[in-house]
């Protein structure tokens, strides 16, 4: 009886395994993209960095609207994000609503550090946010 038992056992898990092995990755396409994006490829090519690109599209390494990657974003992260990582430790412009280590409007110059930080990602410079990123 222990026997049948026992090789029952190994037929339930034998069929779990082959479920769990057919059933597959159920990433999408841009989950998939997102991550090899993520990933720190040197090498990314520009169709990549043409994705990142597309305005009003916040799935990418890249927030265009506004010249920031997208995870650090303060225009575009949500709330409590931006009051946590941005209001609370002091790092915040009250005129023009967004951290002040991203007001481009008080200070343009520092545009440089995050178009930077593109040029080491994909080799070659962003298209610049808009001008309503730099007026005042």
């Not at 898990?13 to 040197?42: I, Q």
């Not at 280590?101 to 440089?112: I, M, R, T, W």
Request: glycine share 8%; proline share 5%.
């Amino acid at each position: 009886m222990r026997w049948q038992h026992w090789l029952g056992s190994l037929a339930l898990a034998g069929v779990a395994a082959v479920a769990v092995v057919s059933g597959g990755c159920t990433k999408d396409a841009a989950t998939t993209a997102k991550a090899k994006k993520t990933g720190g490829d040197e090498h990314a090519d520009d169709k990549e960095a043409k994705v990142d690109l597309k305005k009003g599209d916040h799935s990418g390494w890249w927030c265009q609207e506004h010249g920031i990657p997208e995870e650090d974003c303060s225009l575009c992260l949500p709330q409590a994000e931006v009051k946590k990582r941005f209001q609370d430790v002091g790092d915040w412009c009250n005129i023009h609503d967004r951290a002040k280590s991203q007001c481009f409007k008080c200070d343009p110059g520092l545009y440089k550090k995050y178009e930077a930080m593109y040029v080491a990602k994909y080799n070659k410079k962003p298209e610049p946010p808009p001008k309503e990123e730099f007026e005042k």
